[in-house]
């Protein structure tokens, strides 16, 4: 099995953690996209065979190091968060369709919620490198929550909301989308909870503004064999079901049909 090297794991904030490993890819040789994931075994037991997805965050080329932040809920990912220097890990990736970088975006809005964040970073990342203007609107339940604030800050203009007030300001990341916010906005991408997505995409849909949304599906073989991470899409082809590992996690907003 693929396995590779942990450089770095350290707990970010309240039951998050940073993990920097070797990437299981020659990044300069890879077409690798912000929005894409990894792949993780997490143990070699029968009980943990399904591997778990996790975003890509930062890709460090020069290095070939990658960067994934999550959050430590459920036996995997503690598993994975207890793992340190010099350990390896099993993993595939980067696996998915991530977010398009369209040449002509002169300024992009980016809408994280929670552990839906960490991906948007890259995103940042790359469009900062097009010259693209970029405004972030970060969500989180409480400031103990909040993560990547500074890396964000250095790429981009941040607003920060929070369900209890506790950092930037009390609400939701919807409640800043007004006509000063989208004002020159050519594209906006999203990531975060299956109800923040549907929210966004609902308070945007008038505007025209072209958007990208990350789904977030469970997943079983993450390689399209298992149909256990199908969502429903409105495209050319009429309402169908598409498999998110494979056709996504990222999909045109004007597609994705919440049910
Ligand atoms: C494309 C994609 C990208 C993701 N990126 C991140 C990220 O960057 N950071 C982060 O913290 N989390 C991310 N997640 C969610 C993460 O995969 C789950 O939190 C994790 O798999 C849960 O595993 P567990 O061992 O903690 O929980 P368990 O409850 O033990 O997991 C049991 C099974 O359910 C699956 N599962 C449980 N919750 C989810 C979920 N929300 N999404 C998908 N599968 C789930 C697990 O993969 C596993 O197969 C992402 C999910 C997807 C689909
Ligand atoms: S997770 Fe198996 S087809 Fe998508």
Known sequence: ?????????????????????????????????????????VSDSIDFMLRRPISLCLADEANNLVTVVYRAQGEGTKRLSRLAAGDTVDVIGPLGKGFPLHEESSAALVIGGGIGVPPLLELAKKLRAKGTRIVAILGFQKASQ???IEEFKALAEVFIVTDDGSMGKKGLVTDLLDASMIDGISRYYACGPTPMLRAVKQALEPSGILGYLSLEERMGCGIGLCAGCVHKIQDNDGV?????????????AQEVVFS
């Open 146 to 148: 909040a993560i990547l």
């Open 1 to 41: 099995m693929p396995r590779t090297e942990v450089v770095l794991q350290e707990k970010i904030a309240d039951g998050l953690y940073r993990m920097v490993i070797k990437s299981p890819v020659d990044l300069s040789q890879s077409a690798y996209m912000p929005g894409q994931f990894l792949h993780f075994r």
């Open 240 to 252: 169908h079901y598409v498999k998110t590992c494979k056709e996504g996690p990222v999909f045109p």
